[in-house]
């Protein structure tokens, strides 16, 4: 299984897919989520962080780039990449060191740094439908082909 769309009525629905996303991730793992302004990625994003345990606020690292955690003795790394205006930024700021074979890398606007980021495991992408939104989960590794069985 390597695709899947569902429809999320409301925040607490996006909120719920984060949940469900921490409750079976296992790092090292990427995954980049996409859409508009608006669309989601960040309530997504705050609902995986604090299911996996984080207790505090999530906030969007818009203008730091990156937000790292440590959840469970696990790195996990929030990236926010809308602001970065070439992909060789991410040299600068060291980006392999993210990419380790032991955290787990959440990444908006992806596209952002294309080239230079490491490829995902599985990809998110939330569209504006109506008053909701949908959301379209593809994995493209194991490790994401993994995940997406154990959260559909
Ligand atoms: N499924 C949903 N239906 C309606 N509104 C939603 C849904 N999920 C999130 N929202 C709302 O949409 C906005 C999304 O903001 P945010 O997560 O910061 O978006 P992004 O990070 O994609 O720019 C928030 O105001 C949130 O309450
Ligand atoms: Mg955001």
């Known amino acids: ?73 696990v790195q996990v790394y929030h990236f926010d990449l809308y602001r970065l205006n070439d992909p060789e930024e991410l040299e600068f700021m060291g980006i392999r060191d993210y990419f380790t074979n032991s955290s787990l890398c959440i990444v908006e606007w992806p596209d952002k740094g ?14 504006y439908v109506y008053q909701g939104r949908e959301i379209h989960i593809r994995a493209l590794t194991d490790s994401g082909k993994t995940l997406l069985a154990a959260i559909k």
């Open 114 to 127: 294309e080239g230079l980021l490491p490829d995902a495991d599985i990809h998110l992408h939330l569209n």
């Open 1 to 73: 299984m390597t695709e899947l769309t569902f429809q999320l009525n409301n925040e607490d629905e996006t909120i719920a897919v984060g949940q469900k996303l921490a409750r079976h991730i296992q790092a090292p793992l990427t995954l980049y989520l996409t859409g508009d302004l608006g669309a989601g990625k960040t309530t997504l994003s705050r609902g995986l962080i604090q299911g996996l345990g984080h207790k505090g606020a999530v906030k969007s690292p818009t203008y730091t780039l990156v937000e790292p955690y440590e959840l469970d003795g």
